[in-house]
């Protein structure tokens, strides 16, 4: 029997990955306002929603920017975005990632999504997974994007689990540490050295188990 009473997964990254079609959008519009972006730049952005993300893209343009033009940026990508994602499929689900939500089904906890991606409810209904989660957090409601704890805790609280029986599962630094901020055990998707404050680190959801932890 599991200590947990609750998995909460991220989305991008860890279920399906996005990270591609982030970095194309991205790539698109950093490029469009004269600002190099590579694939190293990129990795900083992972788990930051999308305002953030572009301030951090900005940040090393020539010229500053009003509100409402950072407005109209986010806006362009966010098209770009979802001309990519338009076509995903369940052929886009990770290695594991169904498997684990079946695991963790069977075992009778309660499975919960906390994504800031608004693009969240999309993308679950492109893979066709949406009704594998009893909760999922709707990212327009949350004031402050990883890493602060708000998400999972939303999550927690909707699913009616304590934070400290939560485990919480995520392949970015910022995802970690929100997980960690919410008094969860972190579940590191990728390298040890990377996801330093992970309580345990796997390469893919293709290593989940409930026992181990
Ligand atoms: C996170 C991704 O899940 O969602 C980030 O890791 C992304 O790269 C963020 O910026 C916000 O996504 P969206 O779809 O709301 O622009
Ligand atoms: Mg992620």
């Given at each position: ?30 490029e ?43 806006d362009e990508k ?32 309660r ?18 997974i ?63 050295f ?8 796997i ?11």
């Amino acid at each position: 029997m599991s200590r947990f009473k609750a998995v909460i997964f991220d989305l991008d990254g860890v279920i399906t990955d996005t990270a591609h079609y982030h970095y194309l959008a991205w790539k698109r519009l950093a490029e469009s306002q004269g600002v190099h972006f590579d694939h190293a730049f990129n990795e900083n952005l992972k788990g930051i929603d999308r305002m953030g993300s572009l301030d951090l893209i900005l940040a090393s343009s020539k010229r500053a920017y009003t509100a409402e033009e950072k407005l109209a940026l986010a806006d362009e990508k966010n098209r770009h975005y979802q001309e990519l994602i338009a076509t995903m499929s369940s052929a886009d689900l990770l290695p594991g990632a169904v498997r684990a939500l079946d695991v963790v089904r069977a075992a009778g906890l309660r499975i919960g999504l906390a994504s800031v991606s608004k693009n969240a409810f999309t993308v679950l209904g492109r893979l066709g997974i949406t009704d594998k989660f009893d909760y999922v957090v709707d990212a327009a409601t949350i004031a402050r994007g990883k890493p602060d704890p708000e998400i999972f805790l939303k999550a927690a609280r909707e699913l009616g689990v304590a934070a400290e029986d939560c485990l919480g599962v995520e392949d970015a630094v910022a995802g970690v540490a929100s997980i960690k901020a919410a008094g969860m055990f972190a579940l590191g998707i990728g390298h040890p050295f990377v996801l330093t404050q992970a309580d345990v680190v796997i390469t893919s959801l293709n290593d989940f188990n409930l026992e181990s932890y």
